[in-house]
Nanobody, 125 residues
Framework: QVELVESGGGLVQAGGSLRLSCAASGRTFSSYAMGWFRQAPGKEREFVAAVSWNGYMTYYADSVKGRFTISRDNVKNTATVYLQMNSLKFEDTAVYYC????????????????WGQGTQVTVSS
């Protein structure tokens, strides 16, 4: 059974920090690229960050570059992906989704085939 389970969301003041986690199991996620996306109310889902299967390559949306850091731990076939979010802004408020791309490198953002249920991040101004 494929599972991507996010945790770590919550309410934080602007300027604060949160760390999201995503536990992925049920496929060989340790060999998949992983990413974070977000969707704010009334807006389309957007890419936030991605990491290659071995953690060596990362890629960020311009809006979060320098503030967010993506990382991962692989254990056997599972993967846990983290998103450290610093200097949070009101506009970072959204539901954050973890996703997996069944290829080792980051590549096409439209090829993330596995998704979690999302975790709410709310930043108060």
């Amino acid at each position: 059974q494929v599972e991507l389970v996010e945790s770590g969301g919550g309410l934080v003041q602007a300027g604060g920090s949160l760390r999201l986690s995503c536990a992925a199991s049920g496929r060989t996620f340790s060999s998949y690229a992983m990413g974070w996306f977000r969707q704010a109310p009334g807006k389309e889902r957007e890419f936030v960050a991605a990491v290659s299967w071995n953690g060596y390559m990362t890629y960020y949306a311009d809006s979060v570059k320098g503030r967010f850091t993506i990382s991962r731990d692989n254990v056997k076939n599972t993967a846990t992906v983290y998103l450290q979010m610093n200097s949070l802004k009101f506009e970072d408020t959204a539901v954050y989704y973890c996703a997996a791309r069944p290829y080792p490198n980051i590549g096409n953002r439209n090829e993330f085939d596995y998704w979690g249920q999302g975790t709410q991040v709310t930043v108060s101004s």
